[in-house]
């Protein structure tokens, strides 16, 4: 990936990212979330992950999100009432996260030639990033996470079936 | 830049250009072949008086031709109306939304085999993802946001209630049709739509086409079940049902938005219609013929190969259009269903049964020892 | 044309998880406080598949694959966790919630 595409990119998904924070409404907020979801996608595709990066936009971008906007009209949710913001909070919070940002992005910095690999420059293994090649890595060495993942989905689903049902009085 | 990258970038251009021309235009034709199907149907005589004031004149036709360009010149010239108190900025985005996707879907589906021209090949598939029918896959989920978006934006009850069925609809029968596609990716061990219509190739037995439906007829029928679904038309057009809510999540659309949606639905009929071509009918595969020629047995025909590669273009086109034919001979011999019996097929009947399906692919998949 | 280095993308992933967490601090929709933390678990993603293609081993791939399993449980409860309040409160503001905060 070049620099000249890069730059474009980063800036798109910062920027919506943004939108996810800034946006009143919840509905847009899940909007820009879809598309930092979507240009996350691309980088994946950069970054030699096509796999992955089409999970990213049948998971998340298909189906978690539609589940999230679901909800969001289902209860009817407006804008959020402004006038309810504590500035002093907000103030804290920004500091202490621009500061924890600005020394996370002096690490990387520092570490950026230190790192472990053969690194961007050179071309990824043949098949890298594909279907098969990420579920002969899943289904042997991590066979049995895999399947404790597929437990937890199932907890999870009648979880949410036992929370969401309306109670029979 | 150097000539051969300037020659295939100019091939790639050319085939997308076909390729979404060739959707766009499908769509409008089906939108004429749909009014003339109720009427058959309906025992009615059916679109014949769209007649295009010009210069004075009025073509008045029976023909095709009126009726199909009466229709978006019509669309074209309306108001187009944003309610108040609509998100505006939404309201616009959300047809865009709901075409994308379907166009851009096209790219990976193939239509013929690969052609050699002028010592050059070419592989009659837009785009050649290692990822294949995921991609398909990714593209339907993201079909959503237009229903979705559109219903809220619109600042209107009926709107926003089509936009809720909608949604749930969609991803409910996602899993289903994500199932059915499952299996056929164990039956043939890829995940390339071009790598399964090649896999489709030659007999079994000698004289039955080697074809997907004969190994997944049980996904086959869960595949176009789901795929029409997706496509929201009926049985299952709960999102836009006009006898309840006027016209569901596009209510509060005029003029080319309108004509946005109503497009975005006929183009999902052709999607569905060439993957079910693709997955299960040989996609461009003519029976009996191969790269030299026919082969009856022993008793060779000869064809050259421009012959054999518009033949196969010609058999993927006629699949799909039968397919297309289908699903609007479906739409207008069903009723509608029922909210509750909708996500009752959905959760209760479709999805195990493409559990079912993959399941017994598997194993039978396994004790085979291959494919 | 020189390809862009590791660490771009992960500057890019740290400030996309800082985005997320001041989103989770700022904003006082529950709604949106899962979006955001969607945000952060997708800076994590970033940055797993960058170190995937760095050390050319797809372990990474693999362990976003988890991740997404996990997000997708997570967002199933904590939906149906939202609608719940909802239907006792009528709100699903956070700074309603205080019925367990002393």
Redesign the interface.
């Known amino acids: 990936?070049?620099?000249?595409l890069?730059l474009p990119l980063?800036a798109l998904?910062?920027l919506s990212?943004?939108g996810?924070?800034l946006n009143t409404?919840?509905?847009?907020?899940?909007?820009c979330?879809?598309a930092?979801?979507f240009l996350?996608a691309v980088?994946?595709i950069f970054?030699?992950?096509?796999?992955?990066?089409?999970?990213?936009?049948?998971?998340?971008?298909?189906?978690?999100m539609?589940?999230?906007?679901?909800?969001?009209?289902?209860?009817?949710?407006e804008k959020?009432e402004v006038g309810?913001t504590r500035t002093g909070?907000?103030m804290t919070?920004?500091v202490s996260?621009?500061l924890?940002?600005i020394g996370?992005?002096y690490i990387?910095?520092r570490?950026?030639t230190l790192?472990?690999?053969?690194?961007?420059?050179?071309a990824?293994?043949a098949?890298?990033?594909?279907?098969e090649?990420?579920a002969l890595?899943?289904f042997t060495?991590?066979l049995l996470?895999f399947e404790i993942?597929g437990l937890?989905?199932l907890?999870?689903?009648v979880?949410?079936?036992v929370?969401?049902k309306?109670k029979v009085a | 830049m150097d000539s051969t990258l300037a020659i295939n970038i100019a091939i790639s251009a050319v085939l997308a250009l076909a390729v979404t021309l060739n959707a766009l235009q499908l769509a409008g034709l089906l939108g004429w072949v749909e009014r003339k199907a109720s009427a058959l149907i309906q025992d009615r005589i059916g679109a014949n008086r769209a007649a295009i004031p010009l210069f004075g004149f009025k073509f008045a036709g029976k023909g095709l031709v009126n009726t199909l360009m009466a229709d978006p010149l019509k669309f074209l010239t309306k108001e187009d109306v944003i309610p108040r108190g609509a998100d505006r900025l939404l309201h616009t985005i959300a047809p865009c939304l709901a075409v994308f996707p379907a166009l851009v879907t096209f790219a990976v589906i193939p239509f013929g085999d690969v052609v050699v021209l002028y010592g050059k090949e070419i592989n009659l598939q837009v785009a050649q993802l290692n990822i294949g029918i995921l991609y398909v896959l990714a593209m339907v989920s993201l079909g959503v946001y237009g229903v979705v978006l559109g219903g809220w934006a619109s600042n209107n009850r009926w709107s926003l209630l089509g936009g809720i069925r909608g949604s749930a609809q969609m991803i409910s029968y996602e899993l289903a049709m994500g199932l059915a596609l499952v299996a056929m990716i164990m039956t043939y061990g890829t995940v390339d739509l071009q790598a399964m219509c090649r896999a489709q190739g030659g007999t079994i037995l000698g004289f039955i086409p080697n074809w997907g439906i004969f190994y997944q007829p049980l996904a086959f029928i869960i595949f176009m079940c789901a795929g029409i679904a997706e496509s929201k038309r009926v049985p299952f057009d709960l999102p836009e049902s006009e006898s309840e809510l006027i016209c569901g999540y596009f209510t509060e659309y005029s003029g080319t938005k309108h004509l946005m949606f109503f497009m975005t639905d006929f183009i999902e009929v052709v999607i569905v219609a060439s993957l079910a071509t693709v997955l299960f009918f040989g996609g461009w595969q003519v029976p009996f013929l191969e790269r030299d020629g026919f082969h009856f047995g022993e008793t060779i025909f000869a064809l050259p190969s421009i012959v054999v590669a518009v033949l196969g273009i010609l058999s993927y086109t006629v699949k799909s259009m039968f397919f297309c034919w289908l699903q609007i001979m479906t739409r207008w011999t069903l009723p509608r269903f029922r909210y509750d019996q909708l996500m009752r097929l959905g959760w209760m009947g479709l999805l195990p049964l493409g559990f079912l399906n993959a399941i017994v692919t598997a194993a039978v998949i396994l004790a085979l020892g291959s494919h | 044309m020189t390809a862009v280095p590791t660490s771009s993308f992960i500057a890019l992933s740290v400030l996309l998880f800082s985005i997320g967490a001041i989103g989770v601090l700022v904003r006082r929709n529950a709604i949106v406080i899962f979006m955001c933390i969607e945000l952060m678990l997708n800076a994590a993603n970033l940055a797993f598949v960058t170190f995937a293609r760095q050390q050319g081993s797809i372990d990474g791939q693999v362990i976003v694959f988890f991740v997404m399993t996990v997000a997708a449980a997570e967002a199933a409860v904590g939906l149906a966790i939202i609608i719940a309040v909802f239907r006792h409160r009528q709100t699903v503001n956070a700074d309603d919630l205080r019925l367990l905060r002393w």
């Open positions: 990936m070049s620099l000249p890069f980063a998904l910062l990212a943004l996810v924070v409404h919840p509905v847009r907020s899940a909007m979330l879809v930092t979801l996350l980088f994946f970054l030699d992950a096509e796999f992955v990066a089409a999970l990213q936009i049948i998971v998340y971008a298909g189906a978690i539609v589940v999230f906007l679901f909800v969001i009209m289902l209860l009817n949710l959020d309810r909070w907000h919070t920004m996260a621009g924890f940002a996370l992005l990387v910095y570490a950026g790192l472990p690999g053969a690194g961007m420059g050179v990824a293994p098949a890298f990033g594909s279907l090649m990420v890595r899943l060495v991590y996470p993942t937890l989905m907890a999870a689903v979880g949410a079936v929370l969401a309306k």
